[in-house]
């Protein structure tokens, strides 16, 4: 947990939750990977404070102190990281995981691992595809466009790229652009 912080994959305060039973059991992410204020809400929406006050070392420590003290549900074996959410990001902990590991340790992370993030991002592509872009931007590129494009811009810049400003500012790519 601590890694997907540093790495700005989950930041520290973040909500986590997790289903079991239709109890719904959330925490919050503290400093170094901890889970601290942890509740638990029943079927019928009443919510239980009984862990709140304690934190916890790590995510699986956490669920099974969650299934075990809040719950009551003895020799319960959870895979937390395959079932626990991020609520900001909408994606489970083993997701975020995987793609730390692809980030961060690059040949060394595993087959899965690099397929998982190969999946999320061929989703993420799709739904990209999906989505139209808003009426008002498409407006605005075009507008910027045509103003860009007529001869006074045009000659302003061919000015300007003559500045020291503009050496300074813009990246010097030893060619003509397109």
Known sequence: MEGLIQKHLINVCD???FVFKKFTIRGRVGYGGHIYG?????????????LQDQNFPSLTSWSEACLREGLSEENMRY??????IHIPSRRTLQSLRSEYNVSTKAAQASRQDLFSEINRLN???????????PP????????????LCQSEAIEFFKKWNGTYVASTCLPQTGGDSD
């Open 79 to 84: 895979a937390s990281w395959k079932r626990v």
């Open 123 to 133: 989703r993420l592509v799709r739904e990209i595809q999906r989505t139209p872009l």
């Open 15 to 17: 909500t986590i939750e």
């Open 38 to 50: 942890t509740s638990i809400t029943d079927p019928e929406g009443n919510i239980s404070v009984v």
């Open 136 to 147: 008002e931007p498409v407006a605005m590129v075009r507008a910027t466009d045509t103003l």
